[in-house]
């Protein structure tokens, strides 16, 4: 599923809302998630799962196209743990 679609089925079940007001919700919640894991924080959502950041160390990696040697620095990357409904719900059979 895709934003517009996402947005479209939020919509489609709260009519009462004008699109755009649908879109600012959307907006607002997915910018506090980003917003809470930029401070290094965590951001669960019961039955769904819980977002967080992990730290990659520093390494030395390699150009595909050259083979040369490239050094990668240390970054913190987003990481997602699902929940266990969720993960009941995928694995039903």
């Not at 517009?4 to 919509?11: D, K, P, R, V």
């Not at 489609?12 to 894991?37: K, S």
């Not at 019961?46 to 990696?61: D, M, Y």
């Amino acid at each position: 599923m895709i934003r517009s679609e996402l947005l479209q089925a939020l919509h489609n079940d709260n009519p009462e809302l004008r699109v755009e007001e649908v879109e600012q919700v959307l907006d607002i919640f997915f910018d506090e998630i980003a917003e809470r894991l930029a401070e290094g924080g965590r951001v669960e959502l019961r039955g769904f799962g819980a977002f967080s950041t992990r730290e990659r160390e520093a390494r030395t990696g390699r150009n595909p196209r050259t083979g040369e040697a490239v050094e990668v620095p240390a970054k913190r990357v987003p990481y997602f743990k699902a929940g266990k409904e969720i993960r009941l719900r995928l694995n039903k059979d």
